[in-house]
């Protein structure tokens, strides 16, 4: 499998929400737009065999936590250590 050049992979953007989406409704936009972000994270890594993603990454949950708490959050520090 040949490696191609890397591009930026994107995150799992979280659903909209507003009052007529019911808990269960909301759950399935969730799971189902994290499905999509998955298939394409998938195509990526068959592209590029260096591509590493942790499973941590590939954890609904931990996304879940993730935008509750960037919702919730009055600033958001990111650390890159190159």
Not at 25 to 49: G, M, P, T
Not at 52 to 72: C, G, H, S, Y
Request: proline share 5%; net charge positive.
């Amino acid at each position: 499998m040949k490696t191609t050049e890397l591009k930026p992979l994107s995150i799992p953007r979280r659903p909209k929400w507003n009052d007529s989406i019911s808990a269960k409704e909301f759950d399935r936009l969730e799971r189902e737009a994290f499905l999509n972000w998955r298939r394409s994270l998938a195509i990526e890594e068959e592209k590029n065999i260096k591509l590493v993603i942790t499973p941590f990454e590939k954890n609904l949950e931990v996304w879940k936590q993730l935008w509750l708490v960037t919702e919730k959050a009055d600033l958001l520090v990111q650390v890159i250590i190159i």
